[in-house]
């Protein structure tokens, strides 16, 4: 993957809180040193439950495309059940990682040209003590696993500011225990 | 200190350290984000200012009208129709020189209802007498903001500053957020010439004559004819305003320009893309892309639409072969405005000396279809090669 620009589209659920997570690797990002980070929501219509997507660049300098990701490097999945209803490979360059939060395993997927991270966010989100279906912490710590984007302690230390009103070591456990648990294909 | 957050936040947090006294919105898509952030910060005694919720964007800038005469410093946004809906108050705030500043998140107007990006609803209201900036990124939304209340009340004229709804004002990037100490020596507190007062009641244009008479004190006044005159001159005089503001302000922040446009690759251009708002700085990508293929072609932002900076344009566009408008918006039943007003500018200026470059016009993003670069790129490209057959062309369209 090439480190100067580095494109990520994150699917989940109108509420799942994408763009919280989204935000929170952008913060990070720009913390890391790169200059250009631009996060924009897809538009209009969401609503609680349905598919929203979200469009993360990363840049080492500033970034005057804010038009939307067509190739991304990465996609996030908050959801399996999104497989079904979305095109999440949709554009996805050869070699791309795909991180999802699902609770199969990771034999039972198979994707051709990708690059595969999964984890059970959704039973290690309670695990750390949150409510059921709080996952988009949790998945920061399976996007870095298996990107190796920004390096875990400074995402952790974004969560933890994000967070800083709302159980920010709850939040932040779930991330390291996502961490730890990902399975990532090579 | 540098910050992630959207464009309307940007926005909020300029009204906030602006130390604006009082705020009146109704909210709309796409700026309702705003006028909730600005809510919040006079709920939560962050800012001290009356916020003052009204039924209506007619009535919102009825209350900035009255509170602006009162000598307040007053803020007000709108999108689309809500603009619209309070047109009418809009020319009055410029008729009465109030130095209301408005941030304009621009969306298409209706019908059909949309409530996506272009900019019908600003350029409408080209003619209205206020000035309007617009920004291409957060940087400038936060930083217009702080410059529209000094150069409003230094010109005792209303200020629209317009950015590209979602596209910048629900899009989140990075920023410097100024520190209040900075923005207090840039901006003094607003001292008006004249303000209402209970002790004194006054009415304010009231019915004004064609002609010029002898007011109560005995003194010649202006018929309405005169008060107008005024304000187209104060409004080109305001050009040269803006320039002080912008050279204080980069004296103070460290940053600044060109007030009136942006060019980015243009000194040895053949062919410039002209533009408004955020499309300006997607077009960068198109011309860093022809520039590798050896295309001499540069791009200009137009950061100062109203007073028309003609004479800083014609400079910069004489003896290019050729100008490219890019406009999501149009004088329906003609071309896009700012072709026009382009056009206007280099035959003013131009016009005899063998250096008029020609100009062609292309519409896009038109009730938020999506702008790729690549088509920007090939429509660029082709527009260098040779001259369009119909204008104006519409980019993406469909049909």
């Known amino acids: 993957m090439n480190k100067e620009f580095i494109e990520i589209r994150w699917h989940g659920r109108g509420g799942q809180g994408a763009i919280t997570a989204a935000k929170i690797v952008a913060g990070a990002a720009f913390a890391e040193g790169y200059a250009g980070v631009v996060m924009a929501p897809t538009f209009g219509t969401e609503r609680r439950g349905a598919p929203v997507m979200t469009s993360l660049k990363i840049s080492r300098t500033k970034i005057y495309d804010l038009s939307p990701i067509e190739t991304p490097d990465i996609v996030v999945v908050l959801d399996h059940l999104l497989l079904k209803e979305a095109d999440v490979t949709h554009g996805l360059k050869p070699g791309g990682i795909i991180v999802l939060n699902t609770p199969m395993a990771f034999e039972s997927y198979h994707f051709k040209n990708f690059k595969l991270a999964t984890a059970d966010i959704t039973a290690i989100s309670v695990e750390a003590g949150l409510p059921h279906g709080m996952v988009n912490t949790g998945i920061i710590g399976s996007l870095e696993k298996a990107t190796k984007l920004l390096g875990i302690d400074i995402l952790i230390k974004g969560i933890e500011e994000e967070f800083r009103t709302r159980k920010p070591e709850k939040n932040s456990l779930a991330a390291k225990i996502a961490y730890e648990r990902t399975v990532a294909g090579g | ?399």
């Open chain 2, 1 to 399: 200190m540098h910050i992630i957050e959207d464009g309307n936040a940007a926005a909020a947090l300029g009204v906030k350290l602006c130390r604006a006294n009082v705020i009146a919105a109704y909210p709309i898509t796409p700026q309702t984000p705003l006028t909730e952030k600005l809510s919040e910060y006079v709920e939560s005694g962050e800012m001290k200012a009356e916020y003052i919720p009204v039924e209506s964007e007619h009535s919102a800038m009825a209350v900035c009208i009255a509170a602006s005469s009162a000598g307040a410093r007053a803020f007000t946004a709108t999108s689309a129709n809500g603009l619209l809906y309070m047109h009418e108050q809009v020319q009055w705030a410029a008729g009465a020189r109030l130095p209301i500043v408005m941030c304009v998140v621009n969306r298409a107007v209706g019908a059909p209802w949309n409530v996506w990006n272009d900019q019908q609803d600003s350029i409408s209201q080209r003619d209205t007498g206020w000035i309007q900036m617009y920004c291409a990124d957060h940087q400038q939304i936060i930083d217009s903001v702080i410059k529209a209340f000094w150069l409003a009340e230094k010109v005792s004229i209303p200020i629209m500053v317009c950015y590209d709804g979602f596209l910048l004002s629900h899009t989140f990037m990075p920023f410097d957020l100024p520190d209040q100490e900075k923005v207090d020596a840039f901006l003094p507190p607003f001292r008006p010439a004249y303000a209402l007062n209970p002790d004194e009641p006054a009415s304010l244009n009231t019915v004004t004559l064609p002609d010029v008479r002898i007011d109560v004190h005995g003194e010649l006044a202006h018929g309405y004819m005169e008060i107008r005159y005024l304000l187209q001159e104060e409004l080109r005089a305001s050009l040269a305003v803006a320039a002080e503001a912008d050279k204080r302000f980069t004296e103070i922040f460290g940053r600044g320009g060109d007030p009136y446009i942006e060019p980015y690759r243009c000194d040895d251009a053949d062919h410039i893309a002209v533009g408004l708002g955020s499309l300006t700085y997607q077009l960068r990508v198109s011309v860093d892309a022809l520039r590798k293929e050896g295309i001499k072609v540069g791009v200009m932002g137009i950061r100062f639409y109203r007073p028309f900076p003609d004479e800083a344009i014609a400079n910069a566009l004489k003896g290019k072969k050729g100008v490219i408008v890019f406009e999501k918006a149009l004088s329906y039943g003609y071309e896009g405005a700012l072709a026009s007003d382009l056009k206007s500018a280099l035959y003013e200026h131009l016009a005899g000396t063998g250096r008029l470059p020609l100009v062609q016009n292309f519409i896009a993003g038109i009730g938020g279809r999506e702008i790729r670069t690549d088509d920007l790129t090939q429509t660029l490209r082709a527009a260098t090669q040779s001259r369009i057959a119909k204008e104006p062309t519409w980019i993406g369209l469909k049909l």
